[in-house]
């Protein structure tokens, strides 16, 4: 399982990490486990696993307004200290209020 950012990856990794019996799937932050990503082969490996036609391959996708709106919620409104000290100062300069 390769994960797409912002597409319940986590969720879906605690699903796979849970079928194969492994008890880290109900841990915290199952990112900080050990999962192999196409990164950590080479790029005739991964090449190999994406075209073989006796693997299956899916994509899990969300829509595209959800995510985008997820994203505002929990990255700007969620931080909005820090949106407001480290990624937008100019908006808060030129009289923007987060509040």
Known sequence: FFPVAKAASSEWLRFFTRLEGSPE???GNIHEHN???LTHYTLADAQRMMTDPTWT???FVRNPKERLLSAF??????HKR???NSE???YEKRGGSLD
């Open 57 to 59: 391959r899916a994509i």
């Open 82 to 84: 820090h949106f407001r």
């Open 73 to 78: 919620l929990d990255k700007v409104l969620a």
């Open 88 to 90: 937008c100062p100019r």
């Open 35 to 37: 999962h192999n990503t």
């Open 25 to 27: 799937w109900c841990d």
